[in-house]
């Protein structure tokens, strides 16, 4: 597969994780009343069901994804430490300062209406920066968390035998089990989210590895599915939650390299992928209005708040996206990724 095709491929598998990572944020309604209609429509429950699943590997996937970018196109340019941090700074942390701060008054107006309410004070807005799990939008938290991965990524390709790449594997896997994905105690890990960079970093690792044994084939991702089925099977006898994750959020990861091959001509998914990061960040300020309006004010269907929500996620930061390259100056597509 050349450069194109690669290219091709991560759009498209780009495209198959926002869709989920928009779909997992589409429950439609706030959690108490969703479980409150789950417990009497097994549709929804189940759907309920397949959203806590997707949860295992969506984000986990774009961590995947993003060792395997820059393992593929940013690592052969051989740019210097200050360039990379420079243009990663531009890429995840100029949006997440400034985005979160348009968003900030917005949800303290909205509070009453939000999940999580928030004062309107300068402590509570330079605590949310600080500490992405409690930013206005609480899933920005991967903007900082990938920031950091990208800090630490050329440590991790100086490990290039292959008992100091096993080495490796097994000591960012242990911290990962040792580190929680939202540290919610331990004040210093939840600083920058330092905690969600330990859980994930092992993610991002297996990505620039895939690359370098060249796993990103068609049939070493269906061997690869069966092999971590079978031992998800197989971990039952090992009585451990950490390994059962960890082995059903790899089965995830596994499905969507399985799907972004066999829907690798799908030009839906690649225009997704295309607006992939454009959707991450400008979703929430159409989800939350279709919550609102279809799921909290008026819901004469929970199925018409999901349709909602998934739609004007998606297609919302899209048209966004496009007006603003038309009639935006360029210094401000920094803003939004393009």
């Known amino acids: 597969m050349g450069e194109a095709g690669r290219k091709s491929f991560n759009q498209v598998l780009s495209g198959i994780g926002i869709f989920l990572v928009v779909l997992g944020h589409s429950s439609g309604v706030l959690p108490e009343k969703a479980a ?12 309920l069901q397949i959203l806590a699943w997707i949860y295992t590997f969506h984000m986990p996937l774009f961590f995947m994804l993003s060792g395997m970018n820059y393992a593929e196109f940013t690592l052969p340019k051989t740019p210097s430490y200050v360039q990379l941090l420079r243009s990663k700074a531009c890429r995840l942390l100029f949006p997440y300062l400034t985005i ?23 402590g509570s807005y330079f605590t949310q920066i600080f500490y992405p799990w409690e930013n206005s939008i609480v899933f920005f938290w991967f903007l900082p968390t990938l920031f950091l991965c990208f800090a ?10 292959v008992g100091g790449r096993v080495t490796l594997v097994c000591g960012l896997l242990a911290a990962s089990f040792l580190f929680p994905h939202h540290p919610v105690k331990e004040e210093w890990l939840a600083l920058g989210n ?3 960079v330990l859980h994930n970093l092992i993610y991002f690792y297996l990505g620039i590895e895939l690359v ?4 990103t084939s068609v049939s070493r ?11 998800y099977v197989l971990q039952g006898y090992l009585h ?9 959020t790899l089965i995830g990861i596994s499905g969507c390299l399985v799907c972004g091959h066999f829907l690798s001509g799908s030009n839906l998914l690649s225009s997704l992928g295309r607006y992939s990061y454009q959707i991450y960040l400008f979703s929430w300020f159409f989800q939350i209005p279709a919550r609102i309006v279809f799921g909290q004010i008026w819901c004469p269907s929970i199925w018409l708040a999901v349709t909602a929500s998934l739609g004007a996620g998606i297609l919302g930061p899209i048209v966004l996206t496009r007006f603003l390259e038309k009639v935006a100056p360029k210094w401000l597509s920094t803003l939004y990724g393009t």
């Open 36 to 47: 409150i209609i789950a417990s009497g429509n097994p549709w929804y429950f189940g759907f």
């Open 212 to 215: 370098r044994l060249g796993l």
């Open 240 to 248: 451990s939650i950490e390994i059962a994750t960890f082995i059903f």
């Open 100 to 122: 979160s701060t348009l968003a900030y008054p917005v949800k303290a107006v909205l509070s009453r209406l939000a999940l999580r309410p928030i004062d309107l004070s300068f």
């Open 194 to 196: 330092l905690g969600g």
């Open 221 to 231: 991702s269906i061997w690869t599915l069966a092999i971590l089925t079978g031992f």
């Open 152 to 161: 630490v990524a050329p440590l991790l390709t100086h490990a290039r035998s």
